[in-house]
Every structure is written in structure tokens, then in C-alpha cells.
């Protein structure tokens, strides 16, 4: 189990038991496990020539597209899935459950066309049989995509702002602890550790303790060793190699002095004990893997793992998301956050792929296509439909559009600035009623009536009036109000009047003052009553657009983090392919020395040599065969038998087949046209991996020795 009791000793950190290496399949060699196909498990160094290498990666994207097309249509089977969520945990302690399911997904049936296998389920029996291609699975799941100096513009805002902050801050001598989860194979850690030292007044003290864990557990044997490839060379300045890296035969090894200031240990970031009293946590490019509900759980560690005002650096496509009352933006465009003080936090429901809710199409009294001609006639077919009284068309903003019929008892011009507004030029008596009935109307969509509204002019009678609001949509779906006035006849009004006072004897007459300033009061009251309602239910609209925001502002941000998960999930198949083409590249080399080691040999040896396939055609000749035996560049691919030979031998052919057949060498002695005598020595040609693919015949000159023992 990873101890917190090993970290802030400043030594190298105690390695985990390491587990026990597993098992390969068992296949013979030279035969394909029928589970596994024909294919390479990683690490495998079953090289293949680069017609095979085509052509295996044109298989593994055809069923890769193949298993999408299937996977697009319906997901990979929950059941299965759990099940190999529970083989990686039960083998590795990582429960993926949590992490993005497309990614995972992906990363699965990259496998899957790997080994060439078309359902999850088969998967999932061979995962259980081949601990081999757990350990693929594992490692291909958990991305290691890094590099010195990731996101060069950050390291200059650290290097510039926060880190020379963070050193003044420190007490004497006491190191800045730093905190660098998901490290992979350790670049990131050493460049914090080289952008402190560079910051670093003092020589003498380590200004820095940096902690980087991750959960693969090769990725922080590698990040110990701390030697890395001359490739480094495109990220680091030549200053920094000088100065902080050691020029190694296999590349470049970082130097002791920044070893030292860096802890690698294996950790789950979601499942052990986190560090505490950290002053900088740079978690970069490990969220955009893990779901919401891991998400939350890793801020709140953050937040607990940071002291007041600590650090928190993310990816380039990180946010902290909903968990703005934990950190607070400190410079945003380099996604570096601070600890605020201790929030009150409730746990926050991941808000989900939400519809915004449809919008409520209000139903206008009438639709038409037109212009304003148009819409005066729509006008009049409205007020035809009633007894064409008093009243004007206004618009949304209360401009009078136009007068119809005798408006002057109810409407007047106002001093000062010349105006339109209905509001402005309603005569005493009437605002407050006709701005009820004009806010009603706009707020049911429903025609508004207003009674008994006590009118006085200037010099006007006083009239008793109606007002009625007729709201309608125009043209082009805009709004407009159809203000009718009814004045109200005397006879009418005394009669109600009558009838009134029979039925409440008390009540004052309705042009007394008082009375008339009561009324005012209440359509005013009821007037504020309605502002406040339209008011809350705005709040609320608002509240509920402003979810909306967030809501698609986190699919928004979901999507650039799949984005950048595709992206680095590219840079390490291009890494993968980078390996590759160096190993075929070392192989070619190798095999080249080997042909010029063959030649070097064929040409030394004085006697011909021969070699000859199994079907008895000519692969190769040395010069001596050229010479004794006739033989030309053009008789490679033809048969033995096809050849005109200079040897008296009837029963070469019999010979070779015999040698094939029998795996034995064999030697006779033959005689050339010319009388010239030879040992022939015929020999199986072997693989190294001991097939017979052949024959080589070997010619040795004995006519001298032939002559000498004749003449005896
Ligand atoms: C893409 S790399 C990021 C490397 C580095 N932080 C950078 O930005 O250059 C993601 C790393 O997160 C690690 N990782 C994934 N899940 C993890 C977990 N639960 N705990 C710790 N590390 C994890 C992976 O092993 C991998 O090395």
C-alpha cells in the first residue's frame, strides 16, 4: 500500500513489491494462440516487413471502423463491460467505472481490432485467460502522453509570476511542497523542478519538494530513472540541457542535483491518501479522463491537499467546473486556480446533457406577412369585428402607432418633448387603469377590460370611460395593442350608481375626490402587485437561462476535453508507430551488416558455393561458383535442373532431394567436362530456427591431389 508516511522525507521513495511479471499465453512458439489470432502482444518483437506492417494497420482500421459502426449503433454491453472493470481492478487496484466511457470505450475496441476480436464478451474471456493483454488493456487505458515544458506559455507565467511569489512566501529555508498527480513518465515534474531551481536565489537550500505520483506503475520507473531520449532536445533549450541534463549514450539523464528535489511514488489519485499542506498542485491532462463523479471527489481532495491559498494548475482544457466555490480563478487563460477559504460545500449534482426547455410560442390574436399598410388593415378587421369605438394602435414600447376615431376626451398632448407615448398622453384619471389593462393584456395574451374610470380634462366635461386592450401579433411576430376607449353614457353610469348606493347606502359618491384618489390607489397598488410578480417570474426565467448557460457550457467544455482526450489518444498511437518504425529501423540496419558480413565471406572463399531452395532454384553463388561452374547474375530464381552444368553428374537432383529428405550432408567426388576432379559436398541449408529451406553445395578443387595419388 502507498504510504504518506514515505513522502516529505526528500529521499528517493521506497519502490512498491513489485507485482509478479505475467504470465504469456500459452502458445509455442512459431504457432498463434487461437484465442489471440495471429496477433503481437505488446512488447513482442515480431517484426514485420513493411508490405505486413500496411497491411495489418489497414486490418486494425477496418475493424476498428467496423466495431465504431456496431459501437455507434449501441454501446459496448454493460454486463461485460462490469466484468472487465472487474478483472483491471481485481489485477491492477484502478477501477475505471468512473473515467469517461467514451474514452474508455475507445481504448477497448482499439484493443479489440488489435487482437481481432468482434464482441465484447470474447474480449472479456480472453482478458481472463491472458493476463498479457490485461496488462495491454491497462496500459493503452491510462494515456501517458507528456513532454518538458507542456504548454510553454504556462511554464512562463510560473516561471515569471507564481513560482518567484511562492519562494518569497516561504518560511526559512522551508521547501515550496509541490504536488504533480498523474505525472506519467516524469517530464512534467522535472521542468516544475527546473523552473524553481531557475527561480531559485539560493543555491545552497532545495527551494522545492516536488511529489509526483501517477498510477502506472512503469511510468514512474521511468520518471526515477529520469534518462530520456535525445528527442527532449525539441522541447528543452539547449541552456537547460547544459545546465540541468547529463549527455548519456542513450540520451539524456537529468541531473542529481534535480533528482533530488523529486519524490515519485505509485498512487490512485482517486482512491489513496492524498498529500497534505501543499503550496502547488499541477494537475494537468488527468480530469479530462475521469467522470463527473470522479471529478468531484479529486477537487475536493485538491482542496483539502492545498493550505490557504495554494495552487492548482489544470490542462489546457480544464476547468474547475462547478466547483467555483473551492478554487477561484487566479490567472484563467493559463487554468491556474487558488484555494479559497473554507466553503460551505454541498455535494453538486452533475448537471447533465439538458434540452433547454422549448420556448412557449405565444398565440397572437392574428398572423399575417406584410408591412404596416398591412397591419392597419389587420387593425381594422379587428375593431370591425367590434363597434369601431375610440382608440389607438400602439406597439410594445407604448408608441402610438395610430389614432382611430375621437381620441381627444381620453388622450392630450403633454408639455415638453414631443411624444407618442400612450402612457404620457393619457389624460388625468385614466394612467393608472389603462397601464393595468395594457399590462394584463401583455401578460395573459389576453384581451384586458378596465371599467368606471373617472376622466377629467383641462376644461374637458368629466366623462366616466372604459378601456379595452386588445393584444395581436404582427408581421413579423412583434407585438402590438389595440387600445379601444368607451365613454361610458350618463344614464348608464346613474343607474349603477342607484343600484350601488341602494346596496351599500355608505358609499360616497364616485366623483368626490377622496373617492377618486382611493381608486388611483388601488389600480396603482394593483399595478405594483403585477410589476412585482412579472418581476419574480423574470428572476426565475432568469435562473433557469442561466442553468441553461451552464449546463451547455459544461457539454461545450465536455466536448474539448473529448477533444483533447482523441487528440493525445493520437500522439500516443503516433508514439507507438515512432517505436516501431525505430525498431524496424535498427532491424534493417542489423540485417544490412549481416548481408555485408555474407558477401565479405562468399567473396573470400576460393571454392564455389551454391545455395539452392527447397524447389532447387539458385539464391545466391560466391564468384568461384561463377567461374568454375559458369554460372551468371540472371541464373538466380532459375532451377538446377534448367542449367546447363559443367559437372558429369546424372544424379545431382536425386542427390540434393535425398539430402532435403534425409537432413544429412553428403559428398562424392565428380569430375567437370574439362576431366577436372572436385569434392562436392552437398549440405541442408537451415533457419535459425532450424527449417530446412534448401540446399548449399560446396565444390572443393582435388584434381592436384586426384593426379598425384593416379600417378603413385
Ligand atoms: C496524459 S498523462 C498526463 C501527464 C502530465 N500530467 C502532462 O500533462 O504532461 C495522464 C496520466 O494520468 C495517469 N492517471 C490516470 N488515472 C490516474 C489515477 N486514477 N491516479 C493517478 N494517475 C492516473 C495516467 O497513468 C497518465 O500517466
Known amino acids: 500500500m502507498w504510504m504518506t508516511a514515505q513522502m516529505g522525507t526528500g529521499s528517493p521513495a521506497t519502490k512498491r513489491a513489485p507485482r509478479s511479471s505475467p504470465r504469456r499465453p500459452p502458445t509455442k512458439k512459431g504457432e498463434a494462440n487461437p484465442a489471440l489470432g495471429r496477433s503481437r502482444p505488446a512488447g513482442d518483437s515480431d517484426i514485420l516487413g513493411p508490405a505486413g506492417i500496411g497491411k495489418d494497420l489497414r486490418g486494425i482500421a477496418q475493424r476498428t471502423a467496423a466495431l465504431k459502426t456496431r459501437g455507434g449503433a449501441a454501446p459496448l454491453p454493460e454486463g461485460d463491460l462490469v466484468r472487465l472493470f472487474q478483472l483491471l481492478y481485481a489485477a491492477r487496484d484502478v477501477d475505471f467505472t468512473h473515467y469517461k466511457p467514451p474514452t474508455i470505450e475507445r481504448r477497448i475496441r482499439r484493443r479489440m481490432a488489435a487482437m481481432k476480436v468482434h464482441s465484447l464478451a470474447d474480449y472479456v474471456r480472453l482478458l481472463t485467460d491472458s493476463p498479457q493483454e490485461l496488462d495491454a488493456l491497462y496500459a493503452d487505458i491510462l494515456i501517458r502522453v507528456t513532454s518538458f515544458f507542456r504548454d510553454p506559455a504556462v511554464f512562463e507565467v510560473l516561471s515569471r509570476d507564481v513560482i518567484p511569489a511562492m519562494l ?48 502506472s506503475e512503469p511510468a514512474i520507473d521511468r520518471a526515477r530513472a529520469g534518462l530520456y531520449p535525445a528527442t527532449i532536445a525539441e522541447n528543452v533549450s539547449p541552456e537547460r540541457l547544459r545546465r540541468f541534463f547529463t549527455t548519456s549514450e542513450d540520451g539524456y539523464r537529468v541531473n542529481r542535483y534535480v533528482r533530488d528535489c523529486c519524490v515519485f511514488a505509485r498512487q490512485n489519485l482517486t482512491q489513496d491518501p492524498p498529500f497534505s499542506r501543499l503550496d502547488f498542485i499541477s494537475c494537468r491532462n488527468v480530469m479530462i479522463y475521469l467522470g463527473p463523479v470522479l471529478q468531484r471527489r479529486v477537487m475536493n481532495i485538491f482542496h483539502y491537499a492545498l493550505r490557504e491559498a495554494g495552487y492548482l494548475l489544470l490542462g489546457s482544457s480544464e476547468t474547475i467546473g462547478n466547483f467555483g466555490d473551492l478554487f477561484r480563478a487566479s490567472d484563467r487563460k493559463t487554468r491556474l486556480y487558488q484555494k479559497s477559504a473554507s466553503p460551505q460545500r454541498q455535494a453538486v449534482p452533475y448537471i447533465g446533457n439538458t434540452q433547454p426547455p422549448a420556448r412557449r410560442e405565444k398565440t397572437g390574436m392574428v398572423q399575417e406577412q406584410g408591412s404596416i399598410p398591412n397591419l392597419f388593415r389587420e387593425a381594422d378587421n379587428v375593431l370591425l369585428a367590434r363597434i369601431s369605438p375610440a382608440g389607438v394602435l400602439i406597439n410594445e414600447q407604448m408608441e402610438i402607432l395610430q389614432f382611430r376615431g375621437r381620441t381627444g376626451p381620453f388622450l392630450e398632448l403633454a408639455p415638453g418633448t414631443a411624444s407618442l407615448n400612450l402612457l404620457k398622453m393619457a389624460r388625468q384619471g385614466l394612467l393608472a387603469d389603462l397601464r393595468i389593462a395594457i399590462h394584463s393584456a401583455h401578460k395573459n395574451d389576453t384581451p384586458a377590460r378596465r371599467d368606471g374610470i373617472h376622466l377629467r380634462g383641462d376644461g374637458n366635461p368629466a366623462i366616466t370611460a372604459s378601456v ?49 384618489l382611493k381608486r388611483e390607489l388601488d389600480a396603482t397598488r394593483e399595478y405594483l402587485q403585477s410589476i412585482i410578480e412579472e418581476q419574480e417570474t423574470m428572476n426565475e426565467e432568469l435562473r433557469s437561462a442561466s442553468q441553461e448557460t451552464q449546463s451547455s457550457n459544461e457539454e461545450l467544455q465536455s466536448t474539448n476535453e473529448e477533444l483533447e482526450t482523441a487528440k493525445e489518444e493520437l500522439q500516443s498511437s503516433n508514439e507507438e508507430l515512432t517505436t516501431l518504425n525505430e525498431e524496424l529501423e535498427n532491424r534493417h540496419e542489423q540485417l544490412g551488416r549481416a548481408n555485408n558480413d555474407l558477401l565479405n565471406i562468399l567473396t573470400s572463399v576460393d571454392f564455389p558455393v551454391v545455395m539452392l531452395d527447397s524447389g532447387l532454384r539458385i539464391r545466391r553463388f560466391n564468384p568461384g561458383a561463377q ?9 538466380i530464381g532459375r532451377s538446377i535442373r534448367d542449367l546447363k552444368m559443367t559437372l558429369v553428374l546424372d544424379q545431382l537432383e536425386e542427390l540434393i532431394t535425398g539430402v532435403i529428405d534425409r537432413l544429412e550432408a553428403c559428398e562424392l567426388e565428380v569430375q567437370d567436362r574439362a576431366g577436372r576432379w572436385y569434392l562436392l559436398r552437398i549440405r541442408p541449408y537451415k533457419t535459425m530456427e532450424n527449417r530446412v529451406e534448401g540446399v548449399v553445395l560446396v565444390l572443393i578443387d582435388i584434381n592436384d591431389v586426384k593426379r598425384l595419388v593416379g600417378s603413385r
Open 468 to 516: 379595452e386592450v386588445l393584444p395581436f401579433t404582427g408581421p413579423a411576430k412583434e407585438r402590438f395593442y389595440l387600445v379601444l376607449f368607451h365613454e361610458q353614457p350618463a344614464v348608464a353610469i346613474e343607474a349603477k350608481s342607484k343600484k350601488k348606493r341602494g346596496s351599500a347606502a355608505a358609499e360616497p359618491p364616485p366623483s368626490r375626490p377622496v373617492e377618486r
Open 168 to 215: 518569497r512566501e516561504r518560511s526559512d529555508n522551508e521547501p515550496v511542497r509541490v504536488w504533480v498527480p498523474g505525472c506519467a513518465s516524469g517530464e512534467e515534474v522535472y521542468s516544475l523542478a527546473i523552473a524553481f531551481l531557475e527561480a531559485s536565489a539560493d543555491s545552497y537550500s532545495s527551494p522545492v519538494q516536488i511529489f509526483g505520483t501517477d498510477v
Open 627 to 635: 567461374r568454375t561452374l559458369n554460372l551468371v547474375a540472371a541464373d
